[in-house]
Antibody, heavy 120, light 110 residues
Framework: QVQLQESGPGLVKPSETLSLTCTLSGASFSTYHWSWIRQPPGKGLEWIGYIFYTGSTTYNPSLKSRVTISVDTSKNQFSLNLMSVTAADTAVYYC??????????????WGQGSLVTVSS | QSVLTQPPSASGTPGQRVTISCSGSSSNIGINYVYWYQQLPGTAPKLLIYRNNQRPSGVPDRFSGSKSGTSASLAISGLRSEDEADYYCASRDDMSGPWVFGGGTKLTVL
């Protein structure tokens, strides 16, 4: 059974870096894209970016200057770093799996989500 | 302001058929697949439809997707109370990319 679990601080101060980790169990990293998506409270979904198992990354242009996604296959984890956060970055952050070389099978497994609040 | 446009709300009675629309452009839906996700209250989204009209294993055939030009639709037949949720469309976007979501539609079962 494929499971994804987000972990990281629930509170981050403005201007600091938000760091989250997604731990994978029940599957390998091979041939999949691994995504981060966020959802501000009461609002819709926003794609942050994704990393292919080879390490190749693709980011949302609106966040690209502040985002880094990395993978550590030895730990079965991939991570999100979002720099210089503001209150607008307060959201539930989800990690998810996207099968296929071109990611054309949708986001088929999701973590339960991790609420990150940006506040001093 | 989402790149893909969905109605903010939709409603229906049990047993009814409802459709939710998703309007895009030539840089997204017009040339790429459409995906639909269901988000029950307090939970993570769940994949309902991929590649315009394909259902993942375990998704009831009451859910169906279609695409025409730069628009897409999700149809739910035999509406049930447990279908009450938020529904999101998504697609690749060659301009705003890599992927974009609609603003979501809140479905109420009356």
């Amino acid at each position: 059974q494929v499971q994804l679990q987000e972990s990281g601080p629930g509170l981050v101060k403005p201007s600091e870096t938000l760091s989250l980790t997604c731990t994978l169990s029940g599957a390998s990293f091979s041939t999949y894209h691994w995504s981060w998506i966020r959802q501000p409270p009461g609002k819709g979904l926003e794609w942050i970016g994704y990393i292919f198992y080879t390490g190749s990354t693709t980011y949302n242009p609106s966040l690209k200057s502040r985002v880094t996604i990395s993978v550590d296959t030895s730990k079965n984890q991939f991570s999100l770093n979002l720099m210089s956060v503001t209150a607008a970055d307060t959201a539930v952050y989800y990690c998810a799996r996207m099968p296929g070389v071109y990611g054309d099978y949708g986001l088929d497994y999701w973590g339960q989500g991790s609420l990150v609040t940006v506040s001093s | 302001q989402s790149v893909l446009t969905q109605p903010p709300s939709a409603s229906g009675t049990p047993g009814q058929r409802v459709t939710i629309s998703c309007s895009g452009s030539s840089s997204n839906i017009g040339i790429n697949y459409v995906y639909w996700y269901q988000q029950l209250p307090g939970t993570a989204p769940k994949l309902l439809i991929y590649r315009n009209n394909q259902r993942p294993s375990g998704v009831p055939d009451r859910f169906s997707g279609s695409k025409s030009g730069t628009s897409a639709s999700l149809a739910i037949s035999g509406l049930r109370s447990e279908d009450e949720a938020d529904y999101y469309c998504a697609s690749r976007d060659d301009m705003s990319g890599p992927w974009v979501f609609g603003g979501g539609t809140k479905l109420t079962v009356l």
